[in-house]
């Protein structure tokens, strides 16, 4: 990295590009929305393709952006050469996820040197209002020295 | 469904029926295992597309497979004209799921008229080597009146 | 219940009336603090019989006012012949209970017929400063036609 | 500790010292049951003081002897100078915790270096007769070169 890149530059281009190299972010279809160190939007558009047998999102498509947003808002707090893991959460479907976009929202409560708390609620936007339909509790754990970046080839 | 069709081909039935419908079980690849009533088992394999940043699989794909098979565990004992839904899980991540194949285990520990209970533990094979990667605990509400399958056509 | 006394009063009087006769509050020493509408203040103060093996808050008594705290604040949104039951809580102990008080401050996140999502926060003061030291994601049950309170003797 | 005294001697004796110094225990009136390496027995008679306000056993006392077996479950497997510290819990009250006694069995699920998930099941005892009432499933925190015993005076 440039001595001449500022810090931030730094985390979210690490984050952008680990998000990149999960697959399941691409085989879903969810993308990042807004970032800012210790909070990570994702997005996700329904098709067919992510419902439960009622035709709403499944509560695992629902799970898995909430758990990614939440591991990416612990992971824009770390130093450049760990990387995060999710040891844990208990999530919350409190409304049907019937509409046309999921917004998770991960938000950092509690950073630490080994775990990480972290808030994330999902929002679901049907004829254009947003409801939460999902609340997640979530604890990360940082895996120091071991950079998340791939070494250059 | 044909009144000499035995009990339990109707739970089968509709089971297998549900699970057909739901999306993103065909979007993972996931498929059903072995199956009795109030213990059911979801088969997942691994595939670039199910990944995290790592390469192994993506804690979002371990907790949708757990998250339908304790469903359906729950759903194999609920009457007929009934549907399920997850109220809230609880996932611990205590190993990589780094491996060829998830399969995910769901057994009701308590099944209740309103609420029905499940612990899911999920395994992953490496190497033909089965460890535990996940247990969840799970809470499923019975939803009277709502046949989970589509009127026929 | 007069008719002259406003709501407010009613739901207030219910709360305080259901909380002196939970046994185990005076046991801790737990006192009711603030109270609104869908939130409820749980004070405890520090004594070694409330202690864990190095002397701080135990866990348990973390746990016990912030379930109370949590249980409190759906009921206070409840109608008149309804009574509250936990159906599961998880909590994450995020700092050492270390201090002279815990504060709980339970908070309805998503009211329901049936079902109840609230947070729960707790804070320890420790030489006049207060801070965060453990959250919960609390599920209640709502169950009416059993009054709360027992029939005047 | 004597060099001729037998190891699981030892971590019985550790294990009996640290819970004698956990206030809380005292103030409820819960007391040990069977121990083994990795499982851990707490029990609890019911008097009014441990009451919720349907005079059954509150919530609380539930998760605060079912936290203190699983904690204790996964000190049975640390070296000497370590203690122990709950991250997070979570459990389901799956039955009205009416009755005599509750018994709670924390056994460890997947010890490991840093952390430790442990499975609680809680048993209350009515009229002789035993059922599960509520279940934890909780992550640890092993803390090295801190032992728990205080030094000898």
Known sequence: MSVFQPAHVAWEARLRDSFDRQGLMETLGASLGHLEPGRVEILLSFREGLSQQHGFF????????????????????FPEDASVLTVEFKINLI????????????QVIKPGRTLTLCDVETYVSDAGREKLCAKMQQTLMRLDGRPDMPAAG
Chains 1, 2, 3, 4 share one sequence.
Request: hydrophobic share 45%.
């Open 95 to 106: 409304a049907p996820a019937k509409g046309e976009r999921l917004r998770a929202v991960g």
């Open 58 to 77: 499944h509560a695992g498509a629902t799970s898995t952006i909430a758990d990614s947003a939440g591991g990416y808002a612990a992971f824009s707090l």
